[in-house]
């Protein structure tokens, strides 16, 4: 078990630009969530995968963000034409089990800042 | 609508003290799961406790409890004999079990600080 891991750590980026961000959740894990959070606010969530299959999208996910889970495994999350707005640390999280509501394993987040 | 409210922005506590975080919650679901997640500065996000809300019984976890009052729709966690290491910020998270949706909604947090 080598936890959730996160890339990149830290991502800077001109405005209008796309970032795509990768997550590799805990291996025999079937669900991925992806969580955004800003400086002294809680995790607010985006999107989760219960393994390829997206259940579930938060309104705040506008058309410019895009996630997928190609083959159960590791998770993309694309943002594109970027704003300032959507500097934050992006979080993922994996857990395990169908059924039961397993914790939350987190990565250290890819923490975006917008220029 | 899911709520989760926690209405301390920040807590000290002396250290070998006891502090309790407060933690309330909305919903129309008979069955969830709650949790208090814990994340030191510039660290990952850890779970410090968890909650079945079928059962009765309050959680503990060594210096970590929890106060789980159904009917209030509250759930406070007491953390006893503080340590220097408990400096963080403190996350509730509710996450129903009977809706079809395994989405955990978080609340805006509490910055505890433990003094020496």
């Known amino acids: 078990d080598t936890g959730v891991s996160q890339n990149p750590r830290h991502k800077i980026t001109k405005r209008g630009q796309n970032v795509t961000f990768r997550c590799d959740p805990i291996?025999?894990?079937?669900?991925l969530y992806w969580y955004r959070q800003t400086l002294g606010q809680g995790p607010e969530f985006l999107t989760y995968?219960?393994?390829?299959?997206?259940?579930?999208k938060s309104r705040l996910l506008s058309d410019r963000f895009s996630a997928e889970r190609p083959k159960g495994s590791f998770s993309t999350l694309e943002i594109q034409r970027t704003e300032q707005g959507d500097s934050a640390m992006y979080l993922c999280?994996?857990?395990?089990?169908?059924?039961?509501?397993?914790?939350?394993?987190f990565g250290n987040g890819t923490r975006l800042t917008v220029t | 609508a899911q709520t989760v409210t926690q209405s301390q922005p920040e807590m000290s506590v002396q250290e070998a003290e006891t502090v309790t975080l407060s933690c309330t919650y909305d919903?129309?679901?008979?069955?969830?799961?709650l949790f208090w997640y814990k994340q030191p500065p510039s660290r990952q996000m850890i779970l410090v406790i968890r909650?079945?809300?079928?059962?009765?019984q309050n959680a503990t976890e060594n210096r970590f409890s929890v106060n789980f009052q159904k009917a209030a729709k509250s759930f406070s966690l007491k953390i006893s004999d503080s340590q220097l290491g408990d400096t963080a910020m403190y996350f509730c998270?509710?996450?129903?079990?009977?809706?079809?949706?395994?989405?955990?909604?978080f609340g805006t947090g509490t910055r505890l600080k433990v003094l020496a």
């Open positions: 919903t129309s679901e008979n069955n969830y799961y």
């Open positions: 291996s025999e894990h079937n669900r």
């Open positions: 998270a509710f996450s129903p079990s009977t809706s079809g949706t395994y989405k955990y909604i």
């Open positions: 909650q079945e809300a079928y059962k009765q």
């Open positions: 995968f219960q393994n390829e299959a997206q259940l579930e």
């Open positions: 999280a994996s857990s395990s089990r169908t059924g039961s509501n397993s914790p939350l394993h």
